[in-house]
């Protein structure tokens, strides 16, 4: 069975700055989609970014990116400058078929 | 857009008594659905795969007789908890898939269900 791990329950960035949130995964298969998604207080879950695994080039959606190391099966992502708005839950998430494996979550904390 | 509403957004209820939630997909058909359960500050637990006119199909562990789901058209999928109990109380959220691409899941903005 398909595992998503996050390691960090809670992170804390600076407003403006740089933070990275860690995802591992594991699965036997060759084809597969990753994404990250945020879900704010509201609890709605948004999507962030996705990855299809067949592509190298990493995905960026205008302040957020990833970092996708297939073969070590790690899948970070980057928020560049940091807003009061991105203060969320964060998942990773995996999907190898019909449905979608989630990380933990990491608490994300935007200081002013 | 695809956009994914659920109906309620809350209910309270007593326990003993059934508590049904909609999902609907608004501005696409979703052959598929799912339905999620959440804790606060944990992760979402899938509960249930539904697909339009067939039976849904549960995770392991979910009592199919107590969370009974109906996905009787292309945009509507019914979460029915059925004899509630304290313990039952969560943030019950669904999600839609537009298309046989599995990367298309939109997801409803949740309900949460709190027996007394």
């Known amino acids: 069975a398909q595992t998503v791990t996050q390691s960090q329950p809670e992170m804390s960035v600076q407003e403006a700055e740089t933070v990275t949130l860690s995802c591992t995964y594991d699965t036997s298969e060759s084809d597969y989609y990753l994404f990250w998604y945020k879900q704010p207080p509201s609890r709605q879950m948004i999507l962030v970014i996705r990855?299809?695994?067949?592509?190298?080039q990493n995905a960026t959606e205008n302040r957020f990116s990833v970092n996708f190391q297939k073969a070590a099966k790690s899948f970070s992502l980057k928020i560049s400058d940091s807003q009061l708005g991105d203060a969320a839950m964060y998942f990773c998430a995996y999907s190898g078929g019909n449905k979608l494996v989630f990380g933990a979550g990491t608490i994300l904390r935007v200081k002013s | 857009g695809a956009v994914v509403s659920q109906h309620p957004s809350w209910v309270i209820c007593k326990s003993g008594t059934s508590v049904k939630i909609e999902c609907r997909s608004l501005d696409f058909q979703a052959t598929t659905m799912f339905w999620y359960r959440q804790f606060p500050k944990q992760s979402l637990m899938l509960m249930a795969t539904s697909n339009e006119g067939s039976k849904a199909t549960y995770e392991q562990g979910v009592e199919k007789d107590k969370f009974l789901i109906n996905h009787a058209s292309l945009t509507l999928s019914t979460l029915t908890v059925t004899s509630a109990h304290p313990e039952d109380s969560s943030f019950y959220i669904c999600?839609?898939?537009?298309?046989?691409?599995?990367?298309?899941?939109?997801f409803g903005p949740g309900t949460r269900l709190t027996v007394l």
């Open positions: 999600s839609a898939r537009k298309s046989p691409d599995y990367s298309s899941q939109f």
């Open positions: 990855q299809e695994a067949y592509k190298q």
